[in-house]
Antibody, heavy 122, light 111 residues
Framework: QVQLVQSGAEVKKPGASVKVSCKAS????????MHWVRQAPGQGLEWMGW????????KYAQKFRGRVTMTRDTSISTVYMELSRLTSEDTAVYYC???????????????WGQGTLVTVSS | QSALTQPASVSGSPGQSITISCTGT?????????VSWYQQHPGKAPKLMIY???DRPSGVSNRFSGSKSGSTASLTISGLQAEDEADYYC???????????FGGGTKLTVL
């Protein structure tokens, strides 16, 4: 069965960076795009970007360009999302989510990680 | 401000049907058939209900259906059940430099 298991909760100080991991299993890791989506407390979903685990190519939301980096390690079927220069507005639950169709980033997201709470506080 | 516009809330009684709208532009909903819908219960990860405007993933009840007309997509839930009470989000691929956007979300209350 498909599983996306994310790393645990983080507490960071303003200005720091955070790196969240997402380990995939139960499907061909390199065959499906992986997206990152965040949700601030009591707020809606916000798309951050995607990575093609096969090529390593990435696409980021304009809002996060220059501050976010998505990478992957195919040997352990894991993707990473690193966000730098954190502020209190980055306090949110961060999700990885897998594309529903192979080799296509634009379709829906059918499996989601359990979420990683990142708290930014001085 | 979200790129896709959804009503903040909708409600219905058990057994009834409701429709949630998702209004975009000819740069997103109107440009592609890459509209998807997600259900989210409190404290849980979102769940994919519809993708590619009207396709249902395996395991999703056929009470959920999707459609699109111009730049507005819709999610219809028929035979409303108590467990359908949740937040619902639409999303779309877009032509902009940010190629994926979500709606602001709709809270569904089952009366």
């Amino acid at each position: 069965q498909v599983q996306l298991v994310q790393s645990g909760a983080e507490v960071k100080k303003p200005g720091a960076s955070v790196k969240v991991s997402c380990k995939a299993s139960g499907y061909t890791f390199t065959g499906y795009y992986m997206h990152w989506v965040r949700q601030a407390p009591g707020q809606g979903l916000e798309w951050m970007g995607w990575i093609n685990p096969n090529s390593g190519d990435t696409k980021y939301a304009q809002k996060f360009r220059g501050r976010v980096t998505m990478t992957r390690d195919t040997s352990i079927s894991t993707v990473y999302m690193e966000l730098s220069r954190l502020t209190s507005e980055d306090t949110a639950v961060y999700y990885c989510a897998k594309s529903v169709l192979p080799d296509l980033a634009a379709a829906g997201l059918d499996y989601w990680g359990q979420g990683t709470l990142v708290t930014v506080s001085s | 401000q979200s790129a896709l516009t959804q009503p903040a809330s909708v409600s219905g009684s058990p057994g009834q049907s409701i429709t949630i709208s998702c209004t975009g532009t000819n740069s997103d909903v109107g440009a592609y058939n890459y509209v998807s819908w997600y259900q989210q219960h409190p404290g849980k990860a979102p769940k994919l209900m519809i993708y590619d405007v009207s396709d249902r993933p395996s395991g999703v009840s056929n009470r959920f259906s999707g459609s699109k007309s111009g730049s507005t997509a819709s999610l219809t839930i028929s035979g409303l059940q108590a467990e359908d009470e949740a937040d619902y989000y639409c999303s779309s691929y877009t032509t902009s430099t940010t190629p994926w956007v979500f709606g602001g979300g709709t809270k569904l209350t089952v009366l």
